[in-house]
């Protein structure tokens, strides 16, 4: 997590590591919010084509999972 001091509650626990997730959106912050791609590929068609791509650079994966660097910082994630 980001070394700034923001509250546990910031990342609520559906989007926490132990929640189900197959991707993890990364704010520009450093805070890294586990998600779902289906639910993110059915909300939009810009994640349907991101991964379609293969995952790039050297932050591309953690644990595993495909890392999506995002431009908006943690709290408005």
Not at 42 to 67: I, R, W, Y
């Amino acid at each position: 997590m980001a070394s700034e001091s923001f509250s546990s509650e910031l990342v609520p626990p559906t989007f926490s590591a132990t929640s189900p997730a197959n991707c993890i959106l990364r704010s520009c912050d450093g805070w890294d919010f586990y998600a779902l791609r289906g639910i993110l590929i059915f909300a939009s068609d810009v994640f349907k084509d991101m991964f379609s791509l293969p995952p790039t650079g050297p932050n591309a994966e953690k644990d595993q999972l495909h890392v999506i660097n995002m431009t908006e910082n943690g709290r408005t994630l």
